[in-house]
């Protein structure tokens, strides 16, 4: 059985917790919940990307969750091209680890482009917890 859900966010930094409970209610509804703390805490750092970096003026970001049989599918999609890339910060940098984060907890991620503008970030998670209710 495969399982789908997506939501529009604002590009406000209140949509990061709206977003993660989106997501932690998707994965409650679908009985999956063995790696549910990981995927909130990427879908966290995704979403903060996308409102600090990825949205133009007056656009939002669109989160989408995917359950394929073991494996959840996380997607942040907003509408700048510019990619992101893993940085190694110093310690007295306040920022710049989030996607040293989503690396560390997922099992792949990714950027593609989106059509017309805009990308796609996403991560997946094996072992998420079983099927789908």
């Known amino acids: 059985m495969i399982a ?4 529009l966010f604002a590009a406000r930094p209140e949509s990061v917790r709206e977003a993660r ?3 932690a209610k998707a994965l409650d509804n679908w009985g999956l919940i063995a790696r549910a703390e990981d995927i909130r805490l990427c879908l966290s750092e995704l979403a ?10 007056g656009q939002g970001f669109l989160v989408r ?3 394929d049989d073991d494996v959840v599918r996380l997607e942040v999609q907003d509408s700048r091209r510019r990619r992101p890339t893993v940085r190694a910060p110093s310690a007295d940098e306040p920022s710049g680890r989030g996607l040293t984060l ?6 792949g991620w990714g950027v593609e482009d989106r059509t017309p503008a ?3 970030v996403w991560s997946c998670f094996k072992g998420a917890g079983g099927k789908p209710r």
């Open 118 to 120: 805009g990308k796609v």
């Open 4 to 7: 789908s859900t997506q939501q």
């Open 65 to 67: 969750l995917r359950s």
């Open 48 to 57: 903060t990307n996308a409102v600090v970096h990825g949205t133009d003026p």
């Open 21 to 23: 409970e989106f997501v």
């Open 102 to 107: 989503v690396v560390a907890l997922s099992d």
